[in-house]
C-alpha cells in the first residue's frame, strides 16, 4: 500500500485566492511526522510546513497551513492569497517514528496560479 | 547560514561508466540523506548518513554507496551507469531535533547515455 497518496495531479487556482492540495497517508506507527515541500521548474525541494502526530493544533506558517485530520489521516495543505509564484509541483511526504530521516513522497501536486 | 550545496548541477555520462555526486550540508547538520527522483518512480530515499555512518539504507542495488565524512559532507558513487539511473538527485540534510526537518539542495541532474 502506498504511504502517502495524493490524488490530485494538477490544480489550477485564480490569483490570490485559496487552494487546497490533498494529502492522505497510511502507517500504524504512532510516531510519525508530515510534511510539504514546494519544488519549482528548477528542481530544488523547499520546506514549507511541518506537523507532527502529537501535535494538537494544526501548523501554519504564514500563508501555509496544514488541515490535519488524525482520524481520516489526512494532512491537507492550504495555500491563501496565491500568488503567480506559487506555480510548482507540491510534494507531501511522511517520516515515521522519531529518529528516522527517510522520507515517504507523494506522487506531487502540480499547482498553476492563473493570473 | 548557507543552504545545502551540492556539485555539479549537470553530469552527462555513458553507460558502464561510474559517477560521484558531492553534498554539503547545512552547517551544524550531522544527517544528510539522498534521494533519487524520475518521472517514473517519484521520489525514492537512498540512503542516510549521520556521524559518518550509514543510518538506513533505501531499496537500491549496491551499485549505489555512499559516505560521510567528518565535517558532515557526503558523496554519493554510482558505479557502472545505467541508462534508468538517469535522474535528479537530492541530498537533504537535517538537525536532529524535535521537528527533524530534511532540508534539501537543488539537486544533480544525471544524464546517462
Known amino acids: 500500500a502506498q504511504k502517502i497518496t495524493q490524488t490530485q495531479p494538477g490544480m489550477f487556482v485564480q490569483e490570490k485566492e485559496a487552494v487546497t492540495l490533498d494529502c492522505t497517508y497510511d502507517?500504524?506507527?504512532?510516531?510519525?511526522?508530515l510534511f510539504w515541500y514546494k519544488q519549482p521548474s528548477s528542481g530544488e525541494m523547499i520546506f514549507l510546513i511541518y506537523q507532527g502526530s502529537y501535535d494538537q493544533q494544526n501548523a501554519t506558517e504564514g500563508r501555509y497551513s496544514l488541515n490535519f485530520q488524525k482520524a481520516r489521516k489526512s494532512a491537507n495543505l492550504v495555500i491563501s492569497a496565491s500568488q503567480l509564484g506559487d506555480s510548482a509541483m507540491y510534494f507531501c511526504a511522511m517520516r515515521e517514528g522519531q529518529m528516522a530521516n527517510n522520507l515517504f513522497f507523494g506522487t506531487g501536486t502540480r499547482l498553476t496560479v492563473i493570473p | 547560514k548557507a543552504g545545502v550545496t551540492q556539485t555539479p548541477r549537470y553530469l552527462i555520462k555513458t553507460r558502464g561508466q561510474q559517477v560521484t555526486l558531492s553534498c554539503s550540508p547545512i552547517?551544524?547538520?550531522?544527517?544528510v540523506s539522498w534521494y533519487q527522483q524520475t518521472p517514473g518512480q517519484g521520489l525514492q530515499f537512498l540512503f542516510e548518513?549521520?556521524?559518518?555512518?550509514?543510518?538506513n539504507k533505501g531499496n537500491f542495488p549496491g551499485r549505489f554507496s555512499g559516505r560521510q565524512f567528518s565535517n558532515s559532507r557526503s558523496e554519493m558513487n554510482v558505479s557502472t551507469l545505467e541508462l534508468g539511473d538517469s535522474a535528479l538527485y537530492l541530498c537533504?540534510?537535517?538537525?536532529?531535533?524535535?521537528?527533524?526537518?530534511?532540508?534539501f539542495g537543488a539537486g544533480t541532474r544525471l544524464s546517462v547515455l
Open positions: 548518513y549521520f556521524s559518518e555512518t550509514q543510518r
Open positions: 502507517t500504524s506507527d504512532p510516531s510519525y511526522g
Open positions: 552547517s551544524g547538520h550531522r544527517s
Open positions: 537533504a540534510s537535517s538537525y536532529q531535533g524535535s521537528k527533524n526537518i530534511q532540508y
